[in-house]
């Protein structure tokens, strides 16, 4: 059994930069391809950003491209959000996730094993 637990979301201004990380416990996700979602308030879940477990290839939603960077350290069993120039629509909690399928979005999605509780980032003047 995995448990995923995010961290470094907060309270920040337009602009600001954020790092998120991801760890887990119970075992590990080196063969695991991980993603990062959100959901605001009233919206559904949405896809943010995924990267494979080999580390060689990353996606990301259109609305955080060239602002959102996701990595993943293997020896410390953990996966990073780095967000930059950050929007208030970028206010959400936003959860990690370890996969087993990776062609698409919507079957990364669907194979998704495990959620963390999420991590609540406010970007707010």
């Known amino acids: 059994q995995v448990q995923l637990v995010e961290s470094g979301g907060e309270l920040v201004q337009p602009g600001a930069s954020l790092r998120l990380s991801c760890a887990a416990s119970g075992h590990t996700l080196s063969s695991y391809n991980m993603g990062w979602f959100r959901q605001a308030p009233g919206r559904e879940r949405q896809f943010v950003a995924r990267?494979?477990?080999?580390?060689?290839?990353?996606y990301y939603a259109d609305s955080v491209k060239g602002r959102f960077t996701v990595s993943r350290d293997s020896a410390l069993n953990t996966v990073y959000l780095e967000m930059n120039s950050l929007k208030p629509e970028d206010t959400a909690v936003y959860y990690c996730?370890?996969?087993?399928?990776?062609?698409?979005?919507?079957?990364?999605?669907?194979?998704?094993?495990?959620w963390g509780k999420g991590t609540l980032v406010t970007v707010s003047s």
């Open positions: 996730a370890a996969s087993r399928l990776w062609s698409s979005t919507q079957v990364f999605k669907d194979g998704v094993d495990y």
């Open positions: 990267i494979h477990w080999t580390g060689s290839s990353t």
